[in-house]
């Protein structure tokens, strides 16, 4: 091994590699099982691979693990991970979990876990770092202390919830997409103490990643306050499909507690059915006026926070400018403005070609028309041709995908084990459930 001491937070993220050089994926958590009289003994990897699939990784194929990243011997079960009776995420579970020091110095709180290398092949939790409690100033930031497993005693007061702050900063750097994977990965109580602890944005942006089951989970542990909070946040169209899921009275309590608003653009997408072109659209695209100018428009489509989709094209109308607007113009594609002059207007550039649609266009209508013109984007337009709304190209696919499509299904499961050089695979032998199926073993 070229490293026997690490720490678990710094491997979040850390690339794996097969013997070849060949990436197959990135480290998300290790896996450990408490012992009677020791420390607990590491018994694996998650390492997250292509397809955002998490699969476990014994120790024991782990050859090297040091300077950012992690060797295999080249093979790899790729069966999702299931966590088994016993065992424990160090960054989910163990990270914020409060202890006592057995030298009565008082309790602490686990930032972070060292594991280090015993034998060949075999890790064990060694060091914890931990944070004392802060001191009377607002300012200040308790102490650090090292210790071993043996000089701290995990306390766990009955019904009291373990803090998530250091999990969250450790999922900072996360897309929504990934983030939403690694909130479902975790065991249910712990998942609603991240969620809790996540501000009010990226949990939006996690739960629009979330099949609609289980946003209704998350929100449900929710006080109507903060869940009100999460929901302003959120895109329209898709806060619009979640309160559709919830029940009339705590829809409308919610509803009656977001930004006015958020709410009304919540409210007219709830009033078009789930297969119309209203029920689909969002309600916030880039509305400008036949003055602005190129450089206006470029300017509006470069902000961070812009979907991909939505930057594809600027919407002119007449004033006013926000749904339902004044008359609808058009629309001018972003790549027609890099063709201009940045003091060109944008009421000359329009593209007269593209018809909008109107909210009652059916959601097969408006994949035809998207997939005949190569659009990423489609206006939508009242009876008396407001713009009320664009419908997205990820918004027709979520529609058309089937509910299940964030997971792959059982059917779908590649090969048990697979091996990431070129050599056969080895045959992973298995135990077999109380059902009679046969579940593969992590060794």
Not at 5 to 25: N, S, W
Not at 129 to 148: C, D, E, M, Q
Not at 328 to 352: A, C, I, K, N, S
Request: aromatic share 4%; hydrophobic share 40%; proline share 7%.
């Amino acid at each position: 091994m070229s490293a026997t001491r690490v720490f678990v937070a710094r491997l979040a993220g850390c690339a794996v590699f097969d013997p070849a050089g060949d990436r197959v994926g990135k480290a998300r958590d290790v896996v450990v099982v408490y012992r009677k009289a020791e420390s607990p003994r590491v018994v694996g990897l998650i390492v997250e691979i292509p397809g955002k699939r998490r699969v476990f990784l014994s120790i024991g194929r782990v050859t090297s693990i040091g300077s950012g990243q992690i060797i295999t011997t080249g093979l790899i079960n790729l069966r999702r991970f299931e966590q088994r009776g016993g065992e424990v995420r160090v960054i989910a579970e163990l990270l914020g979990r409060r202890v006592d020091l057995r030298d009565k110095s008082g309790e602490a709180t686990i930032e972070d876990v060292a594991i280090r290398e015993t034998a060949p092949g075999e890790w064990e939790v060694d060091d914890l770092f931990l944070r004392r409690p802060r001191s009377a100033s607002p300012f200040s930031k308790g102490a650090t202390t090292f210790a071993t497993w043996t000089q701290v005693r995990e306390k766990n007061a009955p019904g009291e919830a373990q803090s998530a702050e250091q999990l969250v900063a450790t999922y900072s750097d996360l897309l929504p997409a990934d983030l939403a994977n690694t909130l479902l990965d975790l065991p249910e109580e712990r998942r609603h103490e991240v969620a809790e602890e996540l501000p009010d944005d990226r949990l939006a942006d996690a739960l629009e990643e979330m099949p609609e089951e289980q946003q209704v989970e998350i929100l449900s542990k929710l006080d109507d306050e903060r869940a009100a909070d999460v929901l302003d946040q959120m895109q329209p169209d898709d806060a619009a499909d979640l309160i559709a899921q919830l029940s009339e009275e705590r829809g409308e309590a919610l509803l009656d507690l977001m930004e006015p608003e958020e709410a009304d653009d919540v409210r007219m997408l709830l009033a078009y059915g789930a297969d119309t072109a209203g029920g689909l659209m969002t309600t916030e695209p880039i509305i400008v006026s036949a003055d602005a100018t190129v450089a206006e428009g470029l300017a509006l489509i470069r902000r961070h926070e812009l979907a991909p989709a939505l930057g594809a094209a600027v919407c002119v109308t007449l004033p006013p400018y926000e749904p339902p607007t004044g008359r609808f113009l058009g629309v001018v594609h972003f790549q027609r403005m890099l063709r201009y002059p940045p003091h060109e207007r944008l009421g000359t550039l329009l593209d007269t070609s593209l018809e909008p649609v109107t909210p009652d266009t059916s959601a097969a209508e408006v994949s035809r028309i998207l997939a005949s013109y190569n659009l990423v984007s489609l206006p939508v337009v009242d009876e008396q041709h407001r713009l009320v709304g664009v419908v997205t190209i990820d918004d027709v696919l979520d529609y058309l995908l089937p509910d299940d499509w964030r997971s792959t299904s059982e059917h779908d499961e590649p090969a048990l084990s697979t091996p990431l050089t070129g050599t056969a695979a080895i045959p992973i032998r298995g135990r077999r459930t109380p059902n009679g199926t046969r579940n593969p073993s992590r060794t």
